[in-house]
């Protein structure tokens, strides 16, 4: 029953910002990593950045000192504020949860359906 939705995706300019929100509902008890992938045509998923319940976060080379992520844990949302924006950056952005427990068999792993997000030049 855990479902995760994702907002905030669009088209915008090559250095501009966007922002990212992913929202988790469902029984849920705890939720170890909140991260964002991205997947463009033709590309491999890969990992944009994850943030864990104590605060840690990585990014992915491509995207740091312009990407920050963030998180809320009373409201189990996570967030990715993103900006100077390349065109590069256009992809399908995935919001991930991980370590997510419901229930006494341990954490579990979810995938939201998806954002798009367009940068034009």
């Known amino acids: 029953q855990v479902q995760l939705v994702e907002s905030g995706g669009g088209l915008v300019q090559a250095g501009g910002s966007l922002r990212l929100s992913c929202v988790a509902s469902?029984?849920?008890?705890?939720?170890?990593?909140m991260g964002w992938y991205r997947q463009a045509p033709g590309k491999q998923r890969e990992l944009v950045a994850q943030?864990?319940?104590?605060?840690?976060?990585n990014y992915a080379d491509s995207v740091k000192g312009r990407f920050t992520i963030s998180r809320d844990n009373a409201a189990n949302t996570v967030a990715l504020q993103m900006n100077s924006l390349k065109t590069e950056d256009t992809a399908v952005y995935y919001c991930?949860?991980?370590?997510?427990?419901?229930?006494?068999?341990?954490?579990?792993?979810?995938w939201g359906q998806g954002t798009q997000v367009t940068v034009s030049s």
């Open positions: 943030i864990t319940s104590d605060g840690s976060t």
């Open positions: 991930k949860i991980g370590g997510a427990v419901t229930g006494p068999f341990g954490g579990s792993d979810y």
């Open positions: 469902g029984s849920i008890f705890t939720i170890n990593r």
